[in-house]
């Protein structure tokens, strides 16, 4: 008895490369990164020229809200959702809810400027936004007992909640200080962007310099994630001072001395990793420069604020979405060319907008520049990614 054996290479199975809504919804990196990178650019720039802002939720209101809890928590979002199918093993959000989802977020950027005389129905859409997300997050995540991710839900809700005395706070609802509640905002995506960073950072410099992964402890990830978000409790209650930035201060020295301990040579040649790097970076020491204002100098709460916020937001963001949107759609993991440039160019609206936030007569052109620089590096990531993230996938994976 003969064994026929073939010797000729099995056919490639052909790549769909048209674009396609099922595409699109088909994991929550891929709408989530568009919408944010579209929006960002968009609302940056028009800031930058004193544009934005309604009668009921004033230009400094509209753009710390629309960065914080639009912007950044679009990607905050997109990421977790894709995330969450790795961490639980259960399927991804995608078709017609993924889509549901992401028509919430816009509706709520659509209703903050389009009812001008009230900023109460945006909010209410904007908290429900992340009460949703929080709820399709927590079903995989509870149904496979991933317990080392049951934070994520309350995260997101205590996020919500934020948004939501945000809004009460500027209608006059609640007697609050809003420009906490902006600061409290800001610190939760702090904790967020520790959250992952705890995670994934080391991994992806061990991945891609092809050395040992540095391990982080409990503890490190306790204190690093826990004192950024413990801070943000500590000013939501009003607190003395001197918990909250102690706790501050706990969470930017253990996050600082990880990310020196992470840090290798190659990584400065890197651009998917040099640019994580300079965010974390950004965002921890925006946070140790929270807690000196709180106690030491009122003064520096600008450049702290907008350390984490530019710098930290800023660089993590966009660096996060390529490497992550890279991987996903079935590219090489090396920045492609114009991503180089976007990286740059969010690092220098970095400098300029601190530069911006001291007095001096020109503050104002500074300022302009920043926001033109911010604007343009989501723009390259827009132009560059757009295609793919409509596409499936390039290597014909699911």
Not at 88 to 117: D, K, N, S
Not at 319 to 331: E, I, K
Request: hydrophobic share 60%; with cysteine.
């Amino acid at each position: 008895m003969s064994v026929l054996i073939r010797l000729d290479e099995p056919r490639r199975r052909p790549v769909d490369t048209r674009p396609s809504w099922s595409a699109f919804l088909s994991m929550g990196f891929r709408p989530f990164y568009l919408l944010a990178a579209l929006q960002g650019a968009l609302f940056v720039a028009l800031w930058g020229f004193g544009l934005g802002g309604t009668q009921a939720l004033p230009g400094p209101w509209w753009h710390g809200h629309e960065m914080i809890w639009g912007y950044a928590g679009a990607i905050i979002v997109g990421f977790l959702l894709t995330a969450a199918a790795t961490w639980t093993g259960q399927p991804a959000v995608r078709g017609p809810v993924l889509g549901a989802l992401a028509a919430l977020w816009l509706a709520a950027r659509v209703a903050l400027l389009a009812v001008p005389e009230s900023n109460l129905w945006g909010g209410l859409l904007s908290v429900a936004f992340f009460v949703a997300a929080a709820g399709l997050l927590a079903v995989p995540i509870v149904r496979s007992r991933n317990a080392r991710n049951y934070i994520v839900p309350p995260i997101l809700l205590a996020f919500a909640t934020a948004n939501l005395f945000f809004h009460l706070g500027v209608a006059n609802v609640v007697a609050l200080d809003v420009r906490h509640m902006l600061h409290v905002g800001l610190l939760i995506v702090a904790g967020v962007i520790f959250f992952m960073g705890m995670r994934v950072i080391a991994f992806f410099t061990s991945r891609a310099l092809n050395i040992k992964q540095v391990p982080n402890s409990q503890l490190v990830n306790f204190v690093a994630v826990g004192g950024a978000l413990g801070m943000a409790a500590a000013v939501a209650v009003g607190a003395p001072a001197a918990l909250a930035a102690a706790l501050g201060l706990a969470s930017a020295a253990v996050n600082l001395i990880q990310l020196a301990r992470w840090w290798h040579r190659g990584v400065a040649g890197r651009p998917l990793l040099w640019v994580l790097f300079a965010g974390y970076f950004c965002a921890a020491a925006g946070v140790g420069l929270y807690a000196l204002a709180l106690v030491a100098s009122p003064a520096l709460t600008s450049a702290a604020l907008h350390t984490v916020a530019v710098g930290g937001i800023g660089l993590l963001t966009v660096g996060m979405m390529c490497r992550t949107a890279l991987g996903h759609t079935g590219r090489p993991l090396e920045a492609p060319p114009p991503m180089t440039l976007a990286f740059s160019l969010v690092l220098v609206a970095t400098v300029l907008r601190l530069a911006a936030a001291w007095p001096s007569p020109v503050a104002h052109l500074v300022l302009i520049a920043s926001a033109l620089c911010f604007a343009g590096g989501l723009a390259l990531f827009a132009w560059r990614f757009a295609p793919w993230l409509v596409r499936p996938r390039a290597d014909g994976m699911p």
